[in-house]
């Protein structure tokens, strides 16, 4: 009975598949951090874009646009208000809108239909203008805050694999067994836990970078947004 309970065992299995999912994370979080970390340096330093005053205000076209915009909106308003007191002898319908059985009626809610479409048009496309600066903020914040997170992610990455290294807790020898046990037949064997290093190293860089992203690309657009 005990040999086939053994037999039975779902621990080899699951050993087996951890061993292969963390294998399979380290090595593509290894390339992904090395290689994002060298592609955002060589990226930025061909794209590097300074911070001018322009990026947080509107271009002098934009406030033209505003302007405008602005301008229709409080000549709608004005219109809307003064329909409202050319019908107020008019019925009502359930709507809000007026009755439509007078010529008068028909031709105010008309007038109305158009003016709340172009209303709203014109709100639109104020929001969208005031929105501008925002969005070039965060178009500069984006590739600067990738840069900062591969350099954390980096640099954690070579703390963790150096203090794997050096001083090789429990868990690093057991992920090192876990990746060699897995694919012993295609990887050397070595005196120091450097599977289980470079594992400790991939997760915690991994952390790190995400963490580091998110920080600062909050970080810098509420700095220079205020």
Not at 163 to 175: E, F, K
Request: hydrophobic letters at 45%.
């Amino acid at each position: 009975m005990s040999r086939k309970r053994k037999q039975d065992s779902p621990w080899p299995l699951l050993a087996l598949l951890a061993g292969i999912i963390l294998a399979l994370f380290t090595l593509l979080a290894s390339l992904g951090i090395w290689i994002g970390w060298i592609a955002c340096e060589l990226a930025y330093a061909r794209h590097t874009r300074r911070l001018e005053p322009a990026l947080l205000g509107l271009q002098a076209d934009e406030l033209d646009e505003l302007a405008r915009s602005e301008t229709y909106m409080q000549a709608a308003e004005q219109r809307l208000a003064a329909i409202e007191e050319e019908g107020r002898h008019l019925r009502r319908r359930r709507d809000g809108m007026f009755h439509a059985g007078s010529a008068l009626g028909k031709r105010l809610n008309d007038e109305v239909s158009e003016l709340m479409h172009s209303l709203g048009d014109a709100r639109a496309e104020r929001e969208e203008l005031l929105a501008l600066p925002g969005e070039r903020l965060r178009e500069w914040c984006l590739p600067l805050a990738r840069l900062l997170a591969c350099r954390w992610a980096v640099s954690v990455y070579l703390m963790g694999s150096t203090y794997g290294l050096v001083v090789q807790p429990s868990a690093v020898h057991t992920m090192h067994n876990l990746i060699f046990n897995t694919f012993h037949t295609h990887l050397p064997i070595l005196q120091f836990p450097l599977y289980g290093a470079l594992a400790l190293a991939s997760i915690t860089a991994s952390l790190a970078g995400v963490v580091a992203y998110l920080f600062y690309n909050r970080y810098l657009y509420a700095r220079y947004a205020a």
